[in-house]
C-alpha cells in the first residue's frame, strides 16, 4: 500500500513537469512569434522611409534642375547685354560652348528668348540656336533659328500667320510677320541658306506631342521681313 501510494503520488509529477514544459515552451514560442510582428513593422517603416528619401531626392533633383535653368537665363542675358554694350562675343560662363547672337520676341505671345550660336545639343540646352551656315541675325538672308519643341521652341505651336516677330541682332533689328508653317521630313528635304531669299525660319521637332523624342520630322514656320505699315496687310502664303 505504501509503495502503491507512493507510486501514485509519484506519478503526477512527470505529468505536471511536462505540462510545465509546454507552458515553458509555448511561452517561448509567443515571445518568439512576437520579433515576427515587430520585424514586419520595422520592414515597412524601412520601406516608408526608403520611399521617403527617394521622393525627397527627386524633388531636389528637380529643383535643382529649375534653380540651373533659371540661373543659366540669367547668366544669358547679361552676357547678351554684355555684347550690345562692347560687341564682341561675352560667354555667359567661363566653360560655355556657345554665346549670345540675338533675342528672338513674340509679342502676341508675350515672348522673348536669347538666341544661342550653333543648333547643337549643347546649345539648344539652354535655348533657340542659330544655325551659324544661316543668315546672320539682323543681316539679312537666310535665318535659320531652331529649338526644342517641350522647352523653349514650345510657343510655336501657338503662331498663326500673320503674327509679329521681332529678331534683335548684334547689326539690328528686324521685325518680320509670320506667313506659313509646314512639316518637313528632314530625312529628304535640306533648307537651302544660299538661295538669296530674305527670310526667317525657325525650326523645331514635331509633332509637339510626341512621346518619343526626336525623330525626322520637323516643324518649320516662315517669315517674311516687314515694316510697320506692311505688317497688318502681308497676306499669308
Given at each position: 500500500?505504501?509503495?502503491?501510494?507512493?507510486?501514485?503520488?509519484?506519478?503526477?509529477?512527470?505529468?505536471?513537469?511536462?505540462?510545465?514544459?509546454?507552458?515553458?515552451?509555448?511561452?517561448?514560442?509567443?515571445?518568439?512569434?512576437?520579433?515576427?510582428?515587430?520585424?514586419?513593422?520595422?520592414?515597412?517603416?524601412?520601406?516608408?522611409?526608403?520611399?521617403?528619401?527617394?521622393?525627397?531626392?527627386?524633388?531636389?533633383?528637380?529643383?535643382?534642375?529649375?534653380?540651373?535653368?533659371?540661373?543659366?537665363?540669367?547668366?544669358?542675358?547679361?552676357?547678351?547685354?554684355?555684347?550690345?554694350?562692347?560687341?564682341?562675343?561675352?560667354?555667359?560662363?567661363?566653360?560655355?560652348?556657345?554665346?549670345?547672337?540675338?533675342?528672338?520676341?513674340?509679342?502676341?505671345?508675350?515672348?522673348?528668348?536669347?538666341?544661342?550660336?550653333?543648333?547643337?545639343?549643347?546649345?539648344?540646352?539652354?535655348?533657340p540656336g542659330w544655325a551659324q551656315a544661316s543668315g546672320v541675325p539682323g543681316r539679312g538672308g537666310i535665318?535659320?533659328?531652331?529649338?526644342?519643341?517641350?522647352?523653349?521652341?514650345?510657343?510655336?505651336?501657338?503662331?498663326?500667320?500673320?503674327?509679329?516677330?521681332?529678331?534683335?541682332?548684334?547689326?539690328?533689328?528686324?521685325?518680320?510677320?509670320?506667313?506659313?508653317?509646314?512639316?518637313?521630313?528632314?530625312?529628304?528635304?535640306?533648307?537651302?541658306?544660299?538661295?538669296?531669299?530674305?527670310?526667317?525660319?525657325?525650326?523645331?521637332?514635331?509633332?509637339?506631342?510626341?512621346?518619343?523624342?526626336?525623330?525626322?520630322?520637323?516643324?518649320?514656320?516662315?517669315?517674311?521681313?516687314?515694316?510697320?505699315?506692311?505688317?497688318?496687310?502681308?497676306?499669308?502664303?
Amino acid at each position: 500500500m505504501g509503495l502503491l501510494t507512493a507510486t501514485r503520488r509519484c506519478h503526477p509529477m512527470p505529468d505536471a513537469a511536462m505540462r510545465t514544459g509546454r507552458g515553458r515552451h509555448a511561452d517561448r514560442d509567443v515571445r518568439a512569434r512576437k520579433p515576427a510582428g515587430n520585424r514586419d513593422v520595422s520592414r515597412r517603416r524601412l520601406a516608408v522611409v526608403l520611399l521617403s528619401a527617394a521622393a525627397l531626392s527627386c524633388l531636389a533633383h528637380a529643383g535643382w534642375i529649375h534653380a540651373k535653368a533659371m540661373l543659366a537665363q540669367v547668366l544669358l542675358e547679361r552676357a547678351w547685354n554684355e555684347t550690345l554694350a562692347e560687341g564682341g562675343t561675352h560667354r555667359p560662363w567661363p566653360w560655355a560652348d556657345t554665346w549670345p547672337v540675338a533675342k528672338i520676341h513674340a509679342p502676341r505671345l508675350r515672348q522673348a528668348q536669347i538666341v544661342l550660336a550653333g543648333d547643337d545639343g549643347r546649345a539648344l540646352a539652354f535655348g533657340p540656336g542659330w544655325a551659324q551656315a544661316s543668315g546672320v541675325p539682323g543681316r539679312g538672308g537666310i535665318t535659320v533659328i531652331s529649338g526644342h519643341r517641350d522647352t523653349h521652341f514650345a510657343w510655336l505651336a501657338q503662331l498663326q500667320a500673320g503674327d509679329r516677330l521681332q529678331l534683335d541682332g548684334v547689326h539690328g533689328t528686324r521685325s518680320y510677320a509670320v506667313t506659313g508653317t509646314r512639316v518637313a521630313d528632314s530625312r529628304h528635304e535640306r533648307i537651302d541658306v544660299h538661295s538669296g531669299d530674305d527670310r526667317l525660319l525657325l525650326v523645331t521637332c514635331w509633332p509637339f506631342d510626341a512621346v518619343v523624342p526626336g525623330g525626322p520630322l520637323r516643324y518649320v514656320v516662315s517669315a517674311q521681313p516687314v515694316d510697320d505699315a506692311a505688317a497688318q496687310a502681308l497676306e499669308p502664303e
